[in-house]
């Protein structure tokens, strides 16, 4: 078995808020994060997947079709939104970076022919990461 790693960016804005809480819990809790006019970030989303390299072709996975599942399934759905408001997942979860990192795995999990799902890492930039490894 062999672990290939696949990079890609994005940048979206959001808030923290939970709806079952007033807003002065969430104030408390949350801070400045959240205010509803929300604030952006620069992410970095790496994705790991595990298999046995093909005898003819080399691969685990096609790194090209590999980078075209990410744009398909995550890229074009986070880059440039405000997650909170134009990504049905995040309509009532919050988006900190560790539900994004479940929420990109749930969209990535058996969309990648040839191989498993093995690690989804969000960094939310500059310094702060999540990794989610899936159901234990």
Known sequence: MVLLTRKAEFSASHYYWNPAWSEEENVCVFGKCANRNGHGHNYTLEVTVA????????????????????????????????????????????????????????????????????RVRVYEMPDLFADYYGEA
């Not at 880059?79 to 990504?87: F, M, Q, T």
């Open 51 to 118: 298999g046995d390299v093909d005898a003819d072709t080399g691969f685990v996975v096609d790194l090209k079709a590999l980078k075209e599942i990410l744009e398909r399934e995550v890229v074009s759905v986070y880059d440039h939104r405000h997650l909170n408001l134009e990504v049905p997942e995040f309509a009532t979860l919050v988006p900190t970076t560790e539900n994004i990192a479940i929420e990109v795995w749930k969209r990535l999990d058996g969309k990648v022919p040839g191989a498993r799902l093995h």
